[in-house]
């Protein structure tokens, strides 16, 4: 959102941001982090063929999906992503329904809520594992969720 607009309530915070993603990455303090982080990026760049954006000042979002509530809220978010915080890497978009248990059984180290992914560091998965994932959770999101 440009600095002289202003958002209305039913608008979702998280906006486009056009800032960029490898200057977002690259101040990451936690090198571990920061490795992490532009691993994240190269992954899901591959697996879901998407650029990608930044959503906020902190999210690395690829593709970007609409979604429209029953209440007749909508909107426009990420289609999947991940922001290195300093707790833990959290991953968006990758529930993928019923599909995502059967992977999140054989992924490693983690832990979910609030529809999200939270991963210490990549070294604790398998990141073959988190590959079915993305691409799990981008299909999901891209054919179940979006509303174009």
């Known amino acids: 959102m440009a600095p002289n607009e202003t958002r209305t309530k039913d608008q979702n915070k998280t906006q486009p941001s056009g800032a960029s993603v490898e200057a977002f990455l690259a101040a990451v ?30 999210i690395v979002g690829f593709g970007r999906y609409h979604y429209k509530y029953e209440t007749g809220r909508e909107g426009d978010a990420p289609a999947v992503g991940f922001s290195p915080r300093k707790a833990s890497l959290s991953l968006y978009g990758l529930g993928g329904g019923t599909a995502s248990d059967p992977l999140l059984a054989r992924l490693g180290k983690h832990k979910t809520g609030a529809g999200c992914l939270y991963i210490n ?28």
């Open 29 to 58: 303090e936690h090198p571990v982090r920061r490795r992490d982080g532009l691993r994240l990026l190269a992954l899901m760049a591959e697996v879901t063929g998407q650029e990608a954006e930044m959503w906020g000042p902190t």
């Open 121 to 148: 560091t990549l070294d604790d998965i398998d990141e073959a594992v988190l590959a079915e994932l993305v691409q799990a959770g981008y299909r999901h999101v891209m054919t179940v969720l979006h509303h174009g």
